[in-house]
């Protein structure tokens, strides 16, 4: 199991912590680091200042979204990072929700989200093996365009750049077992939000036949520290955010994860509370249990101990989300 380090998106303004603790992963034997994008920061231009200051660590984007660009726009983020990193890029996308899509990107949210982001990852494949002009007779990505709104003088076109891996890896965030499904057949990997290595029967059977070199790559708060019930409190307040805010009541992608997961009760009421404007009570409704399974914390030795779990399963890189670089050593020291 490969480690990474996953830095997520910036907060009110740029985190000094990311470049060093980037530099301090690499040199402690991470295979990847990893950054996002929400409704702020981009998760492609602090990538490349971290490739800058690098040299062997791979890139990935965790996840960038699909509607804040066309999907020719991402191919050409992602060969251009790739070249100039030297071939390190991973794409990593994700959908997001009808919240983020519509209320940031003013995009209507698609209503065939299995057929969209198959449309999709078809684009960018098309435009990394440049084995032709790029022609998708889609439905939500036609390419050229052929609305009725448009000119009509639109034509096929290949990459002027050359790429410099045609086979450049795209990864898809995922959580319901069809897009999980659709996402074994059309990538590269899957990054998982939550992962609870006593369950991957939660994502359906494509879990279990994944094929060789496939990346199953979940992200996981990791923390080392004497009090588990206060190092949980991390994971608590990023799960309150998500399943309260990060969507609508009626709506809400993590909330039904949670749900499948055995604590629909549970989320649904941290749902009520975070709309409420009861933020904390929301985060104080996360159940330890909950929090504790979808990540590593606790002292080292708890930690080692739980770290044969996520080893036992299709888990092939593990994304550690750690702003503590004595964290960082204690995780590859045990997973050396």
């Known amino acids: 199991m490969r480690l990474g380090l996953a830095l997520g998106y910036w907060g009110r303004g740029p985190d000094a912590r990311h470049v060093p603790l980037a ?65 390190r890029m991973l794409l990593g996308l994700g959908l997001s929700g009808p919240q983020v899509v519509e209320g940031w990107y003013g995009r209507p949210f698609p209503k065939s989200p299995l057929t969209a982001t198959r449309e999709y990852v078809d684009v960018v494949r098309q435009v990394l093996r440049r084995q032709g002009p790029v022609e998708v007779d889609g439905r939500f990505h036609p390419l050229p365009y052929r609305g009725a709104d448009g000119t009509g003088l639109g034509r096929p076109l290949k990459s002027i750049t050359h790429p410099l891996r045609p086979g450049l890896p795209v990864l898809l965030g995922a959580e319901g077992p069809k897009n999980v499904a659709q996402t074994v057949r059309i990538a590269d990997g899957w990054l998982p939000l939550y992962w609870a290595p006593s369950r991957p029967e939660v994502y359906g059977e494509a879990v279990r036949k994944v094929p060789e070199g496939f990346m199953v790559a979940p992200l996981a708060q990791v923390r080392v520290c004497d009090d588990v019930a206060e190092g949980l409190l991390p994971v608590k307040a990023m799960l309150g955010f998500y399943i309260g805010g990060m969507g609508h009541a009626a709506r809400n992608f ?37 929090a504790d399974e979808i990540s590593l914390v606790g002292p080292r030795e708890r930690i080692a101990e739980r770290l044969t779990a996520w080893r036992a399963g299709p888990v092939t890189d593990l994304l550690a989300v750690s702003p503590d670089p004595h964290t960082l050593r204690v995780l590859a020291e045990l997973n050396s």
């Open 23 to 87: 530099v301090e992963a690499e040199r402690l034997g991470y295979d990847s680091v990893w950054t996002a994008e929400s409704w702020g920061s981009d998760a492609f231009t602090p990538l490349t200042w971290i490739a800058a200051r690098t040299s062997t660590i791979r890139l990935g984007t965790g996840v960038a979204q699909m509607a804040a660009r066309t999907p020719a726009a991402t191919a050409m983020h992602a060969l251009t990072l790739d070249h100039l990193s030297g071939g």
């Open 254 to 290: 993590h909330a039904d994860l949670m749900a499948r997961m055995g604590y629909e009760e549970q989320a649904r009421r941290i749902q009520d509370l975070f709309l409420a404007g009861r933020r904390e009570e929301a985060v104080l409704a996360v159940p330890d249990a909950f």
